[in-house]
């Protein structure tokens, strides 16, 4: 390399912590180096793994279990609204069957794409097309980090999971709490968390299905943050909630409650099957995808019910469980073709399809990263179009990792690189620099490199690239490590996105009002 | 998990290490779970990451190359047959021009798909088409393994990682030496590792382009080990060798002889420029695979000068340097792009496309599995059909693990598990095993899950699935110490292959007479 090369290396991320001018955020500009907040694309058809007539027989198997199985709705006013629609409902009993034709007319209903709006109007996201939205970890009950090891979710670690995802442009938004904070009673609980997404973050969030008091909570935090109208609301989608199905077959009662909420206020429905295979749905993929979709057609039918045209879209969760022990397996190959089958399915429906990042290792070593990475894969080729779990995931979901938040936002940088569509234009192809340098030469010093060489090539904040010897003197260090020094760092450079005072104070008093009034039932 | 489930768990590896009945290979199969050998297919279109046009552009400005600024040919009687072949050449003048009409002319004559013999039958590969064959890792100078560290490549190291790669059903062929064993005299090394090539393992192989003695040598091995004729040697391609251009655009003389004496033998070349962006190629992602693809074919259009219909692939190996170093990296998001791009590239000119499975990692971490899994991810997208350094790569190339060659195996095994089709029959689809549990029963008792429970899902070897609490009381194992007590057992059960006393007897003969002879020369 040459030294001229050299010198310009990029200033190292901790100077900004110096007192350097690099730590003062200028127009938005983080402490640290990284791509600017920017929605993703897919430039490339999704992969079909499955022909158009196996993707029918599921198809078809799906509205025959619809049909003559039918799913149990325990949510009385659920079942009103479904026999007002069509479907076969019978006083006093729960289990409702779904004519094929009503499934398919309401479905048609739902909208292919559409924004989901941030506080911050350039965090506004896009669920749907080939748009692919990237979520921050939730619902993990412990968190961890190497230095103080694994302990259950609490209130400080739940805000500095939120800072981290506010800092990294890769982080679209907000998948709900990435810890929960267990220190915070559940009444009152979501009250303060939808506060803290609303006020440490600036990006659209998602709020959980627990009872009709907490979504409409959520829904007027989220509206008091934007400072507009229950009108404008109404239109523009800015929470989302992910509804899982109590598989199999089974709709419960906040579950039915969160849809009638969420989509009669023009807010969104991620419809997301639970269908672990072997265990809550077959053993074959095939099986679990059939139940999967039945069970994704029944609620995103329901939301139509509740509003023709409300913002709705397809979650592919099916994985298979470890049939030694019953424990849930992710990131592996039976997951990767679930994950692209139900991109095919969801195309069909002409819906925006949920897919997520996951691993079931427990602690962040090779089987983290691979496993996360063949999510990864299975969720871009699958032409996912809005990604849970994306960053922390460790344990199958029962632990987000500071270290791995780290490795996670490395790895989905990269995919973002990835999807960014190359510059094929006639200076990009280089003609004349290959005939400058020619047969024997090297390309170093030349002016095509020399102009190009600071933003070529992405730029890992994990990886290490020095060689063996170097790396050895400094101590051999193992990607863990590097992730734990940086999201340290990083988040000692936070600083809280701005808001109008006279938000944040009517923010506060409604959580005031809502704390007096004593939050929300606990009976869940 | 049920009882029942839980007793008829596999036999653990380990039990045929102690005299079990399980430990007896019975008609080939091995002392531990593994799929049978078979040739893999990739059974959905490969990813196109550019339009056609944008590829057309990559072509032509590549074809503009080798007419307007041309390749440094070094060898005389290359040169000689180019020029007879109508290419533009001087007298005394290394620098050779191609008109692009007479190169497109010559590669539509390299055969699209082809098989390359192994001794075994069984083991024989299919190069091309929509087949992908996985290849041992090659030409490490060092080795390691976490009990004993990073050595240099030995004799006894080569032997153990050839024993891993014929005992694994997973790598279908032997891309070279794993590591160099520097212990054995150069001019002699190459008949010793190719007797233990064709004796340790009874799969096809790589022999290197490094002088003709060494070639001629490789091909009368193979013939030898195989028992058949020099003539049906010429019609049934046995071995393969690499010819790695001295990029940028310099094609030298142990490169010309190996493509001489490998097309001349019906021998198989995989033509792989060496283009990293940045160094020896331009900085551009689009000129570099202009480079690449110029001398490829250059290359491909060389080997059907030689002998029209040789056997030929199209290899694939740009990725970019650490701008801040200089050093390779691999496994990054210009390395997928170039690997996607590769692959639609040698589809245009119809021949067999080689990829890699590669990374820079210096220890089996996070960053050796991110790294590999997006290798793994472009090379697989990409449609590519031969996998070379698939087990066992670290450090850019520099070293082979023993940790790294069982993760490596692990995650192919997945990759062959997602590229199996999914069984989508009525049964499979499983509609009364849905009926049959009806909504809110589960499925691990019913009689479906029972069927199958057992080859349901692929069963990695070194994930850990185990809660977090069984895992630490167990010691908290990572990944790379699962896979450490892995290819320990699995090494202590190999069995040589079978091979007729006669055949070992003339092989026997044939490296004593070259030893006697004095090998090869060592001027390379």
Redesign the interface.
Same mark, same amino acid.
């Given at each position: 390399?040459t030294a001229a090369?050299?010198s310009a290396?990029q200033a190292p991320v901790g100077r900004a912590r110096h007192g350097g001018r690099a730590g003062k955020r200028a127009g938005g500009a983080s402490a640290f180096e990284q791509a600017p907040f920017r929605q993703l694309k897919i430039?490339?058809?999704p992969?079909?793994?499955?022909s158009d007539d196996?993707l029918e027989?599921?198809h078809v198997?799906s509205l025959?279990?619809l049909r003559?199985?039918?799913?149990?709705v325990l949510h009385e006013g659920a079942r009103k609204i479904m026999k007002e629609h069509g479907a076969a409902v019978r006083e006093g009993v729960e289990?409702v069957h779904f004519d094929s034709d009503m499934i398919l007319e309401l479905i048609a209903h739902a909208p292919s794409e559409f924004t989901v709006h941030a506080r911050n109007p350039a965090h506004n996201v896009r669920f749907g097309g080939n748009n692919v939205t990237i979520a921050m970890m939730a619902s993990a009950p412990n968190c961890s980090d190497i230095d103080s090891g694994?302990r259950p979710g609490n209130q400080a670690d739940y805000r500095n999971f939120l800072r981290l995802a506010q800092m990294h442009n890769i982080i679209h938004c907000m998948g709900g709490y990435p810890v929960e904070p267990i220190d915070i009673h559940p009444s009152v609980r979501h009250l303060e968390c939808i506060r803290d997404l609303a006020t440490l973050t600036d990006k659209a969030f998602h709020i959980y299905s627990l009872g009709k008091e907490r979504n409409v909570d959520g829904i007027e935090i989220a509206r008091i943050a934007r400072g507009i109208s229950r009108e404008q609301m109404l239109d523009e989608p800015s929470v989302f909630t992910i509804i899982n199905t109590?598989s $199999?077959?089974?709709l419960d009662v906040p579950m039915m409650e969160g849809i009638i909420q969420m989509s009669s206020a023009g807010q969104v429905v991620v419809v997301t099957p639970f269908t672990l295979?072997?265990?809550?749905? $077959?053993?074959?993929?095939?099986?679990?995808l059939? !139940?999967q979709n039945?069970e994704a057609l029944a609620g995103i039918a329901f939301s139509q019910m509740v509003r023709k045209g409300a913002p709705v879209a397809y979650g592919g969760f099916t994985s298979?469980v470890?049939?030694?022990?019953?424990?849930p397996?992710f990131g592996? $190959?039976?997951y990767?073709?679930a994950q692209l089958?139900g991109g095919q399915l969801a195309r069909r429906y002409n819906v925006p399809y949920r897919t997520s990042n996951t691993c079931?290792?427990?602690?962040?070593?090779? !089987?983290?990263?691979?496993?996360?990475?063949?999510s990864l894969?299975g969720a871009i !080729?699958g032409g996912g179009n809005m990604m849970m779990h994306a960053a922390g995931w460790l344990?199958g979901g029962?632990?987000c990792s500071y270290e791995k938040t780290i490795?996670d936002i490395d790895?989905l940088q990269?995919?973002a690189?990835?999807l960014?569509p190359?510059?094929?234009?006639d200076?990009?192809?280089?003609?004349e620099?290959?005939?400058d340098?020619?047969?024997?030469?090297?390309?170093?010093g030349t002016q095509?490199?020399q102009n190009?060489?600071?933003t070529?090539?992405?730029s $890992?904040i994990?990886?290490?690239?020095?060689?063996?010897e170097t790396?050895?003197e400094a101590g051999?260090p193992?990607?863990?490590e590097k992730a734990n020094r940086v999201w340290k760092e990083r988040l000692a450079t936070y600083e809280k996105p701005h808001m109008d005072p006279a938000i944040a104070e009517e923010l506060d008093a409604f959580v005031e009002k809502r704390r007096l009034e004593g939050g929300a039932p606990t009976d869940f």
């Open positions: 390399m090369l050299h290396e430039p490339f058809a992969t079909r793994l499955v196996e027989s599921i198997a025959r279990v003559d199985i039918g799913v149990d289990r694994r109590n $199999p077959l089974k295979s072997g265990a809550m749905a $077959p053993v074959t993929i095939a099986g679990a059939v !139940q039945a298979n470890d049939m030694k022990s019953g424990a397996a592996t $190959p039976e990767m073709k089958i079931a290792a427990n602690t962040v070593d090779a !089987q983290a990263a691979y496993e996360s990475v063949f894969w !080729q344990e029962l632990r490795l790895m990269m995919v690189e990835f960014t190359l510059d094929l234009s200076d990009a192809l280089g003609f620099a290959i005939r340098v020619g047969p024997g030469g090297h390309f170093f095509h490199t190009r060489y600071k070529a090539f992405y $890992p994990v990886s290490d690239w020095r060689n063996f790396w050895a051999s193992t990607a863990v």
